[in-house]
């Protein structure tokens, strides 16, 4: 079995000017959103996956948010070159410390731009939502990043939410799940599953049929036990004030390439 390892990076004290898009901005706890960082990386290690810091980025609100700094796939990391300007100083550290567990390098250069956290991967396909942080040359310079790999690049409409995986995530048999209200197209999902509330829209694949996700999606996480999952959940209420999710919180790596 492959081990699992995940970048982390811990929340700038700058963290409640966050970007918000889609919602009404409310006050964020720093101090509350420190602690439910620390249970979230808890629970990583408690399911046996072993965290990277990345160096922390202070002038960055957003930068915990780690995902939207990279798409993983195989022994290639594309570093992403995100929507929003203000956050593009968020990825130099991610860069290095990825190449410093042996992946592969590429670039999302301009005039493209895409943010981790549009890319759901599952087997060979990769969705890309093309919306507000995801542009179509971005889509077009991921795909030529990851076709030569065997990966299949879909473009999805995105209006409703920031990121695709705000939308839609994957439970461990591929099955796609979604809150219907938030989701653009249902239809171009294999095997859509809808789920009763919009955080239950977001899991964690932690390995075998164990799954990460917010406390605030209770009857969803009934849903997948009674499905046979699983669950783990974490309170992230505070990143949820900043339309952050469980995925957002982590760069999943499962398996260093060789030699690392």
């Not at 409310?26 to 290690?45: F, G, I, M, N, S």
């Not at 077009?140 to 030569?148: T, V």
């Not at 046979?228 to 949820?240: A, C, F, K, M, P």
Request: glycine share 10%; charged share 25%.
């Amino acid at each position: 079995m492959f081990a699992q390892h995940a970048l982390i990076r811990r929340p700038s004290s700058r963290l409640a000017e966050g970007i918000v898009t889609h919602m009404e901005r409310t006050p964020v706890d720093v101090e509350k959103a420190r602690e439910q960082w620390q249970a979230y990386v808890d629970a990583l290690h408690a399911a046996g996956w072993e965290t990277h810091e990345v160096d922390p980025a202070e002038d960055h609100p957003d930068s915990v948010f780690i995902e939207d700094t990279m798409l993983v796939y195989g022994d290639l990391a594309v570093i992403a070159r995100p929507g929003a300007e203000e956050r593009r100083g968020e990825t130099p550290a991610a860069e290095r410390a990825v190449r410093a567990l042996g992946y592969r390098i590429a670039h999302i250069e301009a005039p493209g731009t895409l943010d981790g956290g549009d890319v759901l991967k599952w087997g060979n396909t990769v969705w890309v939502g093309r919306g507000g942080r995801t542009n179509e040359e971005g889509i077009r310079q991921l795909a030529a990043h990851l076709e030569p790999l065997g990966a299949r690049v879909v473009a999805v409409p995105l209006s409703k939410v920031l990121h695709l995986k705000s939308a839609v995530t994957a439970l461990p048999d591929g099955t796609i799940i979604g809150y219907p209200p938030i989701v653009d197209d249902p239809d171009v999902f294999p095997d859509f599953l809808p789920v009763p509330e919009e955080p239950g829209s977001h899991v964690v694949l932690l390995g075998g049929q164990t799954v990460l996700m917010a406390a605030s999606a209770p009857e969803t996480a009934r849903m997948f036990r009674e499905r046979g999952l699983d669950v783990v959940t974490v309170d992230i209420s505070e990143y949820e004030k900043l339309e952050g999710c469980v995925t957002c919180l982590s760069v999943r790596l499962r398996g260093l390439p060789a030699g690392s």
